[in-house]
């Protein structure tokens, strides 16, 4: 055993990539935040199961700023992926311009959602729906704005040079986290948007 | 210490412990007192005398296995070196194969009495609906015809060796209705709906107590079940329908109970008709005042409208503000609801 | 050529006296209160984690002590409705998610490193952040009881009892925004446990090496991952409906009290186990080192502590047994609280066996752990009694049910806890706790514990309600009361000698060694108290008792405690692979930090301006939160996150 241990091989430095525990430890984060938005979710079907047919608002949330507002989020995926294979490489241009797009897609969709609330008939005390609608969705806007926060470091960071092909685990870390928005955003969208149309 | 001596001796031991005195402790459950509690005293008593088996079998392991190789000199642990000794693995199958087993009993056991209470075996002929609310208990006693129905509080009559229905309404918090001696507990929760039944096997009165914490004055949440003859009950009932009868000297207690009491009261036959607290038509025939506090004489009775707060410590019933003889009025007035 | 600042082979060697005096230089603490703030030494932690809990630990005595002196007779007057009620509900808050979780957080924070073989827990300055939110969210809710608005609804806080229409004072609203704040310190611990778990090991510390404590806490971590965001999302929710008019649980609106309780205890239940599967960890490592062999069936216990836990999410329902339920749902969750008793019975079958296989060394830490084997059966039993759901109608709610917590909980958690300390206190300080005072401080624990819960099975049989105030004298429950009034007060004395025997020995215990007890683990072969780097060498682990393998004589390979890795460019420690525990990294540990105090006082800000309406304070503290957040983040060289400029 001795000499397995003296032969150890040459080893990673530092923070590299997926090795780095900030990696593993947001991973985690993940796991809790997402099972947060499932308990929320929970609650949302408890609710249509016990009030049955008669928690609707008359007219479910439209889809004329949701609908954009989605689309771009998702497109914030392949932008985010772009800064993320920039970073990998080394390649300092990609990496600000995958930032940059994910960066203005994202606060587009905040945005969205934001005029979305303020032409919303529905209100915060307006029954059960309002309250579970408000609630989720700010929710989902409160892990956004993290994540936009969240993305102007890693601008300011690579717009330093902290960041090289060997030395960019926060990328790769922040870039877990903005998929995980994107997917809530998604689930969220699907719960409150597409479900009450389809019941 | 084979089990098969154990068992028994526990058994016994436990049939002792409830038996007696079953009056000294109304709210025990050890004793049954109808036909949807005893499957469940037995089976409570059963599993409570393989729980202490199981207790003292392991006890009587540990405590042996401690003393028969103990070393009590400790001043050097280096001087015991460990050792492998035995693998030990058998002790986790037997172990295991034993509980498994009384675990699978206990199971089969306990579905069986599920079912067995699930319901009654005969129809009911009466349902009840009791609403649990801090912190007292209305009742109200359904009928298909709207003239037979009446309100109570705090005191159910139900008929003897018959199965009553009881629908159970939250008023504001959550509650739970238990008789002990009768049925296992069924929260009253607002919003739904739960239902639960109850048969008393020989007449009595039976205590019972919200059993769900809700607020101060939980501990003061009391009520009783009486359980008569078949005919007893109905004269009952016929005189729970009848309005009060204001007898002219009363009358002065009844306006002032009117001005005082009525928005929160009923008194049928007055022009009280609040609904928030109890109905107090046939207040004397009661026993009880007050969710239990204090039992329904006259004095306790001019003591609790006088200063509620200080019978019942954050009791919603306020005080009124009531002179010496102004009091003494409606409490005379009150003593003629039979 | 590599860059070494990117990668490198470590040494293999022997440490010498000038490469521990760099180590030390490397990883102390700065002396003074400067150091105090900003250290992230895990073992330090674990015993400010320690210390904290037993003062909650004894607040919520001292509250039930009250409550017991209101009890000890009928209609007595110690304490009014109003203060009883803030008194059990801020005994069940404090014991429950005060002292009874971070007690066994401040062991395992002390112990991982030093059993599993590195210089510290994954994130250290993340472990002090969750210290610190500890800290502040337990005085944040117990400041609710300083101005007389202590929660008031019991540690599970019904709607809608608790809602603003029934509850108009800021009782709730402590209790709400206090639960939020403790469960960010609870998950960062968890996920810090989780990712230590999976990547800080010494080398060879594979997982069927790892000492049970550890799957304790890492079951209870997982759990936690999973199982606080419901908590935190139920009072959430709460303190909306209390604040801003939500419908949650208001019941005219549509609002679901149920929901309630499905929130609560689909957390709750899992907690409980959180509660005692690491304290049985501990008596599954301590027990073997007194009977002087190896646990018996190393792999079942193991494995019945992950099997509890994934069992323990699917029975939250036989809380619930008495709500209107349907029968055929009752029946199952009433089936699967009773298979729960199976990984159970396998642990109790393993200790049993070790003591009669091995040989008793009767210690006061040995006679904590043995007699924990027979509080955990009768919790135990008591608990299967209330999994029989016709049983439970009448059990749930009565004193029965107190009796069982509290055999689960003094049982299964205060007993192994005090026998850890017995234990780990040599190890903690250098110095032995004293054996005489010891045995007096077990039996009065032992004796005043079973006095007091014992007969209150038979009060709770005999049908006496929890949480009233008072009772009449003619319900049969004076004399059982009395009794175990008597009992509390002689189990407080049993604490009490316990602290005492703790001041005495910290002056003039004996000097205790690096391995007083001769036991079989990693954290026995450093020095009493370990030195800031806990290893000097990365040790290499061959087997699960790697002090014990010379004379147990069955390895044919051994472990390496003297030679190992040499890490000293920084702080450094050994990243491996989450199984097998293969060198795959060398990690960079950062230094001492004032952000993780700076972030906690942010957010104590935030959360006392949402509590009082201030909201430009509750904005100041995001933002005081949010830059600590950013300066703790910012790429260093130190840590190897970006280059560093040599001029």
Excluded at chain 1, 170 to 176: E, G, Q, R, S, Y
């Amino acid at each position: 055993m001795s000499e397995t241990a003296r032969s150890l091989p040459v080893l990673p430095v530092g923070t590299p990539g997926r090795r780095s525990l900030g990696w593993w430890g947001m991973l985690w984060a993940i796991v809790t935040e997402g099972t947060l938005f499932a308990y929320l979710l929970f609650s949302y079907g408890y609710f249509a199961v016990q009030l049955a047919g008669n928690w609707m608002p008359r007219q479910v949330p439209p889809l004329r700023l949701a609908l954009p507002g989605i689309v771009l989020l998702v497109i914030s995926v392949p932008a985010m992926w772009l800064g993320s294979f920039g970073a990998r490489r080394g390649r300092t241009v990609a990496l600000l311009i995958g930032l940059v797009l994910a960066l203005a897609l994202g606060a587009a969709f905040g945005v969205l959602q934001g005029l979305d609330w303020r032409s919303e008939p529905l209100t915060l005390r307006q029954g059960e729906f309002g309250s579970v609608y408000y609630t989720l969705t700010g929710l989902h806007l409160a892990h956004l704005a993290a994540g936009l926060l969240g993305l102007l470091l890693m601008l300011i960071w690579s717009a330093l040079g902290y960041f090289d092909a060997r030395r960019h685990a926060p990328v790769l870390i922040l870039a877990a986290y903005w998929y995980f928005v994107v997917v809530v955003g998604v689930t969220v969208f699907v719960a409150l948007y597409v479900l009450p149309r389809v019941w | 210490m084979s089990i098969r001596r154990v068992a028994p001796a526990a058994a016994a031991l436990l049939t002792l412990l409830a038996q007696p005195a079953a009056g000294q402790r109304p709210l025990g459950y050890l004793h049954g007192e109808g036909p949807k509690a005893w499957p469940v005293v037995q089976l409570t008593l059963g599993l409570l005398a393989i729980a202490c088996v199981v207790v003292i079998v392991t006890s009587a392991l540990v405590v042996v296995g401690i003393w028969r190789r103990r070393v009590t000199d400790i001043t050097d642990i280096r001087s015991v070196p460990p050792t492998r000794a035995g693998g030990g693995l058998r002790w986790i199958a037997i172990g295991l194969g034993i509980s498994g087993v009384a675990l699978l009993g206990s199971l089969i056991w306990t579905v069986v009495v599920l079912a067995a209470v699930n319901g009654p075996s005969r129809p009911t002929r009466l349902t009840i609906e009791v609403t649990g609310q801090q912190w007292w208990w209305k009742a109200r006693y359904l009928d298909d015809d709207p003239s037979q129905q009446f309100i109570t509080a705090g005191e159910i009559h139900i008929p003897v060796g018959e199965p009553v229905r009881v629908r159970l309404i939250g008023g504001d918090v959550i509650h739970s209705f238990w008789v002990p001696a009768l049925a296992g507990k069924m929260e009253t929760i607002p919003g739904q709906i739960n239902e639960t039944w109850i048969e008393a096997g020989q007449p009595g009165i039976y205590r019972g107590q919200c059993s769900e914490y809700c607020g101060v004055q939980h501990a003061h949440m009391g009520f009783l079940v009486v359980a008569d003859p078949a005919e007893k009950f109905a004269a009952w009932r016929a005189a729970q329908l009848r309005p009060a009868q204001v007898a002219v000297p009363q009358q002065t207690g009844a306006t002032l109970f009117v001005y005082h009491c009525g928005a929160c009261h009923t008194v049928r036959g007055t022009g009280a008709g609040g609904t928030v607290a109890p109905d107090l038509t046939h207040l004397m025939s009661r026993g009880i005042l007050a969710g239990d506090v204090v039992a329904n004489t006259i004095g306790n009775l001019a003591g609790w409208i006088a200063n509620p707060q200080g019978v019942k410590p954050g009791t919603r019933m306020p005080a009124q503000d009531l002179s010496g003889p102004e009091l003494q009025r409606v409490v005379g007035f009150l003593q003629t609801l039979k | 050529m590599a860059d070494p600042e990117l990668e490198r082979r470590p040494e293999f060697a022997t440490a010498t006296v000038a490469y521990a005096h760099d180590l030390e230089r490397l990883w102390e603490t700065s002396p003074g209160i400067a150091g105090w703030l900003s250290t992230v030494d895990h073992k330090e932690i674990g015993i400010r984690y320690l210390v904290t809990a037993f003062a909650f630990l004894c607040a919520g005595g001292i509250e039930a002590l009250l409550m017991r002196l209101q009890l000890a007779g009928p209609d007595r007057h110690v304490l009014g409705p109003h203060a009883y009620d803030q008194a059990f509900s801020m005994h069940g808050i404090s014991m429950i998610f005060l002292y009874a979780f971070p007690v066994l957080s401040g062991f395992s924070n002390y112990l991982w490193p030093l059993v599993l073989g590195s210089r510290d827990m994954a994130f250290p300055r993340l472990n002090a952040l969750s210290y610190w939110i500890y800290v502040a969210a337990g005085l944040f809710m117990y400041a609710g009881l300083a101005i007389g608005q202590a929660p008031n609804d019991g540690w599970y806080n019904y709607v809608p009892y608790a809602n603003r229409e029934y509850n108009p004072g800021m009782n709730e609203d402590f209790y709400s925004l206090g639960m939020i704040f403790l469960g960010i310190s609870t998950t960062v611990g968890s996920i810090n446990f989780i990712v230590t778990l999976a990547r800080t090991r010494a080398p060879g510390m594979s997982v069927n090496r790892l000492p049970i404590l550890v799957w304790g806490t890492l079951t209870a971590s997982v759990a936690n991952v999973l199982a606080v965001p419901s908590v935190s999302l139920a009072f959430f929710l709460l303190w909306m409906d209390r604040q801003f008019g939500t419908h949650f649980f208001d019941v005219p609106q549509g609002g679901q009290p149920l929901l309630w309780q499905h929130l609560f205890w689909m957390y709750a239940h899992p907690w409980v186990y959180a509660l005692v599967l690491p304290a049985m960890g501990i008596v599954s490592d301590g027990l073997p080192t007194f009977c002087r062999r190896p646990l018996v069936g190393y792999a079942p216990v193991a494995l019945a502590t992950v099997a509890t836990m994934i069992l323990g999410f699917g029975v939250w329902v036989h809380h619930m047994f008495a709500t209107g339920i349907p029968n055929l749902a009752l029946a199952f969750f009433g089936g699967a609280s009773i298979v729960i008793a199976v990984p159970s019975a396998v642990a109790v079958f393993a200790w049993t066996a070790t003591i009669w296989l091995g040989r008793p060394v009767i210690t006061t830490a040995f006679l904590f752990f043995a007699s924990m084997i027979v509080l955990f059966v009768i919790g135990g039993v008591s608990g299967f009694m209330t999994g029989s759901v016709p049983v439970d109608w009448q059990l749930t709610e009565t004193y029965f049910v107190v009796a069982h917590i509290h055999y689960v909980l003094i049982g299964i958690n205060v007993f192994p806890v005090v026998g850890g300390i017995y234990y780990w206190f040599p190890k903690f300080t250098g110095r032995m706790l004293d054996e005489k005072l010891g045995k007096w401080n077990f039996w009065t624990m032992f004796i005043g514990f079973n006095v007091a819960f014992l007969p209150m099975h038979l009060t709770g049989l005999w049908g006496m309600p929890r949480r009233i105030y008072t009772y009449s004298p003619d319900m049969g429950w004076t004399t059982l009361n009395a009794i175990t009034t008597v009992g509390a007060f002689i189990f407080a004395i049993g604490v009490a000698m316990l602290l005492i025997n703790v001041v005495i020995s910290l002056r003039v215990g004996r000097i205790a060694g690096a391995n007083p007890w001769d036991a079989p683990t990693l954290e026995w072969s450093v020095p009493s108290p370990p030195p800031p780097y806990n290893f000097a060498v990365i040790p290499h682990v061959a087997s699960r008792h790697p002090l014990w393998e010379d004379r147990l004589g069955e390895s044919e390979v051994t472990s390496l405690v003297t030679r190992g890795l040499l890490l000293d460019h920084g702080r450094e420690t050994i990243g491996t692979s989450p199984l097998d525990g293969d060198p795959d990294v060398i990690l960079k540990m950062p230094g001492d930090s004032y952000m993780p105090l700076l972030l906690s006082v942010g957010l104590t800000m935030g959360f006392v301006g949402l509590l009082v309406h201030l909201w430009w304070l509750a904005v100041a503290g995001a933002a005081v939160a949010l830059i600590a957040g950013v300066v703790w983040l910012w790429p260093r060289g130190t840590l190897g996150q970006r280059r560093v400029r040599h001029v």
